[in-house]
């Protein structure tokens, strides 16, 4: 997504305008006889990929986090458990790391190796994948080199000893990689099954291979509907209560609450006027999604390379007014990493390198830059496209944008574009933009979940943003030893990127919901894999 969120999310990931739903079941459910044992789930966009190497969104590892599984699994409040590492071994220098395997299946009788992590791993970082998320992987040893294709694939630091010893080694100690092995981006992956598919491989259930609580079924590529189906070759498989999890996407808020009404659906995502109606009723959540909602700037394009104007737009914005019309319980951003991923000497990190001024609403001062810019760029007014998604919540933001600019920056001419999750995200990859609407979520808690996607050559800097001492600031943070120096310089990158609006932060996102009281155990994190299932049960 991110995650989590972070996933949270840390290294969550990309996020749909209106992300996940929760859901459950009672024994009124449209499920008749096996309604005990089968929830229906809501989500507000469709599935980009199941390809591991691939995904780059929080829908796709939300999918894949209960699909597949690693050597961890994350729990309540991002607690991490064995999934299928049984032991695990750590040398005084933190960088030689031993995992028993136990023994455990494919979905389709394979038998799961080491091999299949190793066959993973060097599958996304080998540059032909050309994987977005590739960076994650920097610090296993030659990562960075074989991503850059500067060393050969099988120089990867992982190794397989037998069938069930996985050896990784680390070019440095990583403070958070327990917290990565928990991420579905190192998760193993069934060489005959990616092979035998090719190009087609996680395009659809069937080109697909599972070893998670739950297989996929039903979904073709592109349709709207789907089902998790309790996988009967999981090593735990006594510990999964639920039989399937019905999933429809549903872009509309009032359709979705009417299915729930219905007992169609077992919870619902609700918009800014259900929450204001709904908020006593039984079965009202706040999901607070350790996501960060922001505008990049394409700066290929001349316009968005003048830093006046970035900031015009940015202090033209009404965040509070922008999160009122969303819903939820968001509130207005003025950092790039989101509320409550990091806790840094008692202070919320978003706190500590928020900045107040450009991402405060200033009309005032946001039509003096305006005017600045015109004529720095020697041009009477400009016009451009908001792009973002089709869902409720991305139409509502491109809608408040629209209106705010262009009444407070007169002249300035602004259209938008809303279009299926997936493509906005092809659209972003390649460029296509002038200003897009992106969300990330983290996938692990920590600062560089967010920070490393601005470096200047990260798949996920789509605007091309650049600044040689950002880019010095992250790097040296990656490889000092000194605890203090590494949060200095994520500190300092991090208001780099904010004084020159690289981004303009838009809100942290919270979703409210209405999930019926029935449905347990579900595990939710803000960061990394929001939803885990695995343990999930309806209450008689």
């Not at 991503?147 to 990784?168: R, T």
Request: proline residues 3%; positive net charge.
């Amino acid at each position: 997504m991110k995650f989590t969120k972070l996933f949270a999310a840390g290294a969550t990931v990309l996020i749909a305008g209106s992300t996940l739903a929760a859901c459950g079941s009672n024994s009124n459910s449209s499920s008749g006889s096996s309604a005990k044992k089968t929830i229906n789930w809501m989500d507000a966009a469709e599935i980009p990929t199941m390809d591991i190497s691939k995904a780059i969104d929080a829908t796709s590892f939300n999918q894949l986090g209960n699909v597949e599984e690693g050597l961890y699994r994350l729990g309540k409040n991002s607690k991490v458990e064995n999934a299928l590492a049984t032991d695990t071994k750590v040398s005084k220098d933190g960088k030689t790391w031993t995992f028993t395997l136990r023994d455990s299946k494919w979905s389709n009788g394979d038998k799961l190796t080491a091999k299949d992590f190793v066959y993973s791993w060097r599958r996304t970082v080998n540059p032909k994948t050309a994987s977005q998320y590739a960076y994650l992987f920097e610090g296993i040893h030659n990562a960075t080199q074989i991503s850059a294709g500067k060393a050969p694939v099988n120089s990867l630091g992982v190794k397989a000893e037998g069938d069930n010893k996985l050896v990784v080694t680390l070019d440095k100690r990583i403070p958070y990689f327990k917290l990565l092995m928990g991420f579905p981006l190192f998760f193993p992956q069934n060489q005959k099954v990616v092979e035998a598919n090719g190009s087609k491989y996680g395009t659809s259930s069937k080109t697909t291979a599972f070893n998670g609580p739950f297989v996929q079924k039903g979904w073709t590529g592109s349709n709207l509907s789907w089902k998790l189906v309790k996988n009967k070759n999981y090593w735990d498989k006594k510990n999964v209560k639920l039989d399937a999890i019905n999933y429809s996407v549903q872009k509309t808020p009032s359709t979705a609450y009417n299915l729930y009404q219905s007992n169609k659906l077992d919870a619902t995502v609700l918009d800014s006027q259900q929450t204001k109606n709904l908020k006593h009723q039984k079965g009202y959540t706040l999901r607070d999604t350790a996501a960060t909602f922001y505008l990049q700037f394409n700066q290929k394009k001349k316009i968005f390379q003048n830093a006046n104007l970035r900031r015009a737009i940015s202090m033209s914005i009404n965040r509070k007014a922008l999160g009122s019309a969303l819903g939820g319980a968001n509130t207005p951003a003025t950092s790039l990493t989101s509320k409550g991923v990091v806790n840094h000497d008692g202070k919320d990190w978003s706190e500590v390198v928020g900045d107040k001024k450009n991402a405060t609403y200033n009309p005032t001062e946001a039509k003096k830059l305006y005017k600045k810019a015109l004529k720095e760029l020697g041009v009477k007014n400009v016009s451009f496209t908001i792009l973002s998604d089709d869902t409720d919540s991305g139409q509502k933001t491109t809608e408040t944008l629209q209106s705010q600019l262009e009444e407070n920056l007169k002249g300035m001419k602004v259209s938008v574009a809303n279009v299926p999750f997936k493509t906005r995200l092809n659209r972003s990859t390649s460029g296509n933009f002038d200003v897009v609407v992106t969300g990330w979520s983290a996938d692990f808690a920590d600062p560089i979940s967010f920070v490393d996607l601005f470096t200047s050559k990260n798949a996920q800097n789509n605007g091309k943003w650049s600044n040689a001492q950002y880019d010095k600031l992250i790097a040296d943070s990656k490889t000092t030893a000194d605890t203090t120096k590494r949060w200095n310089d994520l500190e300092k990158a991090e208001k780099i990127l904010l004084s020159d609006e690289g981004i303009a932060p838009l809100y942290y996102k919270t979703e409210a919901w209405l999930v019926r009281p029935d449905i347990k155990g579900i595990v939710y994190n803000g960061a990394g894999l929001n939803y885990n299932f695995k343990n999930a049960y309806v209450a008689n």
